[in-house]
């Protein structure tokens, strides 16, 4: 299976995104990044299904959280 990773700013925001992403339906995994592998270096992240990404990307905007996509 194929994961997509939206990148968060700090551990917090990681955790929240899952709890949204467990709210809605949506599997998703805690993840440490490296900070290279980011457009803005962010440390933390999740990581859904590829076919769960964009209704992840809308459920985080609608939340608040704010994300970036590697």
């Known amino acids: 299976m194929k994961k997509d990773l939206f990148a968060t700013s700090s551990l917090t925001y990681a955790y929240k995104a899952r709890d949204v ?3 809605t339906g949506i599997k998703s995994n805690v993840i440490r990044l490296d ?8 440390r933390f992240g ?3 299904d590829q ?10 905007r609608n939340a608040g959280i704010p994300f970036t996509e590697p």
């Open 35 to 42: 900070g290279s592998e980011t457009r803005k270096g962010c």
């Open 21 to 23: 992403l467990s709210y």
């Open 51 to 60: 076919r769960d990404a964009r209704d992840a990307a809308k459920a985080l």
């Open 46 to 48: 999740v990581s859904v």
